[in-house]
């Protein structure tokens, strides 16, 4: 989400300068690559990149093959195949072994449905989205129909010309919003075969902080570099405040039973107890067991002890804690990296919440057997 809002920011900024820009896109790929597909970068037409479709050995090419684009005003489909270790034909040395389609589309700022318009509208609100980019794989497609379908579940915004496709199309972002999940999708549009990246589109990630100590800064500032929403909580107005903490998007200065009100918490929310104040914490922590939400992540900074011990407290109290909801409270909260000083404890945390927001085990990536990016394939409708 981060890379979305970094490319609109940039996109106005070049409106504004008047100057043309083109938007790259992974739509697909075969084998391995640093990104996955619904990875964007912005092009200007002075060479300014916004984003990222690689770990860099393909912008230097993506940035020609965008001017290009621009120029042509038309939609352009891009294959780097570096399976056969010839990758030295196209100027880069991608070193991933895959096949990767990269989408050039030049924006119409005049155009309401251009594609940075769509995503813009991602932005509105917290809701899962659906979105469409459509291509063709053929050589000689005489058309790359590019982003042209947004469902944000009651609302639907597309531009596809076809009334059968509109249909699919629907019906398949609709279908990705229930399953939660991302998919390649071929359609058989008259006589051209399309393909469609179904992107399943999470809110970002929402992070409470309870507590403005001095160790919740670079956690602050950690989340801020990820582009998660950070909304830190505190008693103490000389505490919690913009200056200092400038990168919170929301500062809530207000007594532990006067906090719950005031978040919004959903799936994509973590919440962090770190107030060093025992009793503050207990009593956000048993606000969040009485209204929970089994889908959101709970870290206690501090040992295990002190969790066993509001854990105790609360059942005193007659409010038990589930073994369901015991899975998704963390304490002592972060990973296991023998961290030691408050920025390698933020580092710990946020990865442990990243993990679980994700629905990962944090575990070395050497021991994954499964490629690290899926995507669900699906068979020709029609």
Known sequence: MKEIRDIIRSFEAAKKAGKRTALATVVHVEGSSYRRPGARMLITEEGQLTGAISGGCLEGDALRRALFAIQQQQNKLVTYDTTDEGDSKFGVQLGCNGIVHILFEPIDPAASDNPIRLLER?????RHVALATLFS???????QPGTCFL???NEIIHTPSSESLKKELR??????????????KTYNSGNEPLVALIEFIRPPVSLVIAGAGNDAMPLVDMARIMGWEITLVDGRRNYANARRFPAANKIIVAKPGNVISQLEIDRQTAIILMTH?????????RQLLSAWNDSIYIGSLGPRKKLERMFSELEQEGIICSPAQQEKIFGPAGLDIGSETAEEIALSIMAEVKAALSGSMGRPLRERMAPIH???LEKNNG
Not at 122 to 126: A, D, G, H, N
Not at 171 to 184: G, P, R, W
Not at 277 to 285: E, F, T, V
Request: a negative charge; aromatic letters at 4%.
């Open 277 to 285: 104040n025992y009793n503050y914490d207990l009593s956000l922590l």
């Open 374 to 376: 899926g995507l669900r």
């Open 137 to 143: 794989l053929e050589r000689s497609a005489p058309r």
């Open 151 to 153: 469902s944000l579940g």
């Open 122 to 126: 991602i932005l509105v609100q917290r």
């Open 171 to 184: 019906d398949d972002c609709l279908q990705a919003l229930a399953d939660e999940t991302s998919a390649i």
